[in-house]
C-alpha cells in the first residue's frame, strides 16, 4: 500500500496514478484523511492491490478462527477475479457447520468486512478440507437428474434455495441442455433455481 497527499482528491489521483504507472480508473484507493479549512485544505489517499485485499481477508479469518480456540492456517487462490480461500483447521467441521451453513456465514461476513475496508465488492469464495468442491459435483449430479426428468415430465421443478455460488454451479450445469432453461427466483435467503421444459 501507498500514501498520497495533495490539496486535492483530483490532484491525489493524479499524483498516484503517475507514480503506479496506471490511469486514474484503474487505481484502487480509499480517502484516509480529508481536511477542508478555510486557508489549508488536504487529503490523503490510500492505494492498494489484490494482494493487500487477500492478505486482509486471510488476517480476518485467522482471527476468526483463534476466536473459536481453533489452530488453523488460510490459504489463497486468485482465479477468474475470484478470491479463493482455503481454511484448514484442527476441527474443520466446527466450521462448516450443519449442510455447509457456518462455512456460508463465515464467507458472507468475510466479504463483508472487506467491503467495509476497501469500500469495493469483491468475489470471495471459502472452502474448508474440499466441502465447496464435494457440495459441486453432488449438485451437479443433482441438477442433471432433475434437468432429465424435466425433460421427461415437462413439469417444471423449483430446487430449495442456495447461495449464489451453488446456483451458479447448478446454471453452468445445464447450458447444454437442450430445451431445459433455469432461472433463479425468489429475494435474500429464499432465492432459488427453477428448471424448466423450454421445447
Known amino acids: 500500500m501507498n500514501t498520497y497527499t495533495a490539496k486535492t482528491l483530483d490532484d491525489a489521483l493524479k499524483i498516484a496514478s503517475e507514480n503506479e504507472g496506471c490511469t486514474i480508473e484503474e487505481l484502487n484507493y480509499q480517502v484516509i484523511e480529508e481536511k477542508k479549512?478555510?486557508?489549508?485544505?488536504?487529503?490523503?489517499?490510500?492505494?492498494?492491490?489484490?494482494?493487500?485485499?487477500?492478505?486482509?481477508?486471510?488476517?480476518?479469518?485467522?482471527n476468526i478462527i483463534e476466536n473459536y480456540d481453533l489452530e488453523g492456517t488460510v490459504s489463497e487462490k486468485f482465479e477468474n477475479g475470484i478470491?479463493?480461500?482455503?481454511?484448514?483447521?484442527?476441527?474443520?467441521?466446527i466450521l462448516i457447520g450443519k449442510n455447509g451453513k457456518t462455512l456460508q456465514a463465515l464467507n458472507d461476513v468475510c466479504r463483508y468486512a472487506v467491503a467495509a475496508k476497501y469500500k469495493k465488492h469483491y468475489r470471495i469464495l471459502l472452502d474448508i478440507n474440499a466441502y465447496k468442491n464435494e457440495k459441486y459435483a453432488k449438485l451437479t449430479r443433482i441438477a442433471k437428474r432433475v434437468a432429465k426428468e424435466v425433460l421427461n415430465t415437462k413439469a417444471t421443478v423449483h430446487l430449495d434455495p442456495m447461495p449464489a455460488d451453488e446456483r451458479r454451479i447448478v446454471h453452468n450445469a445445464l447450458t447444454k441442455f437442450k430445451n431445459i432453461s433455469t432461472q433463479s427466483e425468489g429475494t435474500g435467503n429464499k432465492r432459488h433455481i427453477v428448471i424448466s421444459y423450454n421445447g
Request: hydrophobic share 45%.
Open 37 to 62: 479549512g478555510l486557508f489549508s485544505k488536504k487529503v490523503v489517499i490510500e492505494t492498494y492491490g489484490i494482494v493487500d485485499v487477500i492478505k486482509f481477508a486471510k488476517e480476518y479469518l485467522l
Open 83 to 93: 478470491i479463493h480461500l482455503t481454511i484448514d483447521t484442527n476441527h474443520n467441521s
